[in-house]
């Protein structure tokens, strides 16, 4: 933990909340900020950290290389306090998991931190398939963010994962370090995705006002989603 943070939870007398988002960012938009400092908000969390996965393990390869994809969050979070663009999956070889990125940031922040994985409604439904889904609670509790368009009901396999986990409000989830599950509808869900977002950008389409403007002209400029513009390996982009 650094000196900042510790100074700050210890003034406060209480343990560091400490929020992680993994994604694929591909690229990130104001979906994914606005919802990461109301949540910042929320949960009085002391850090998000936004962490982007070379390669998800669920999903196809994406189409621009994590490196470039961490500049354009770097660029898309400037200076929001906070949050914290984090590049520490993309040293790993082979699939990133969260279970392994939320040991680490356990092992940082100490056994005590309020620990939360963040997701949206869509990722979360897929939660029973992830690699080690169990170990996620273990580390760290999970805040599902509602996300317009997608009201998936919990799969058999969800509920089971679930259990008795779930609790009602912020307050009562961070009386613990990790285990438990909250469902948040924050106030300003935005209904933009990322998919849409590449889609445009290949039929020349406007994109302004879905992502920061900063993260736009890095795109552009850099012409990162042109039809034309080919993967390319994550880790050497
Ligand atoms: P794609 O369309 O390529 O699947 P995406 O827009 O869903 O991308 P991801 O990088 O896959 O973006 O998302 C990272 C995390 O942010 C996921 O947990 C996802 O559910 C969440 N998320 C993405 N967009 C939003 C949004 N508009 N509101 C709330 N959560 C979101």
Request: proline share 9%; glycine share 8%.
């Amino acid at each position: 933990m650094s000196a900042g943070l510790r100074d700050a939870a210890a003034s406060e007398r209480r343990a560091p909340r400490i929020g992680m988002l993994g994604g694929t960012f591909d690229p990130v938009h104001l979906g994914h900020l606005r919802s990461a400092v109301e949540l910042h908000e929320a949960l009085a969390l002391d850090r998000l950290h936004m962490i982007p996965a070379p390669q998800p393990p669920l999903r196809g390869r994406p189409q621009v290389p994590a490196k470039a994809r961490l500049a354009l969050l770097e660029a898309g979070i400037g200076d929001t306090p906070g949050l914290y663009a984090d590049g520490r999956e993309l040293s790993r070889t082979g699939p990133s998991y969260s279970a392994d990125t939320l040991a680490e940031l356990r092992a940082e922040y100490g056994p005590e931190a309020r620990l939360v994985m963040a997701l949206g409604q869509d990722a979360f439904a897929r939660l029973a398939d992830w690699h080690a889904p169990e170990r996620l609670f273990a580390l760290a509790h999970i805040v599902v963010v509602a996300r317009p368009g997608y009201a998936p009901a919990d799969s058999p396999r969800l509920r089971e994962l679930i259990g008795t986990r779930e609790v009602a409000d912020p307050e009562t989830l961070m009386q613990s370090p990790g285990g438990g599950l909250l469902r948040v509808t924050l106030p300003s869900r935005m209904a933009i995705s990322a998919t849409d977002i590449r889609h445009r950008l290949q039929h020349g389409q406007s994109v302004r006002y879905l992502l920061p403007e900063a993260v736009e002209r890095a795109a552009v400029i850099r012409r990162l989603y042109q039809p034309s513009a080919a993967p390319s390996d994550d880790r050497t982009g």
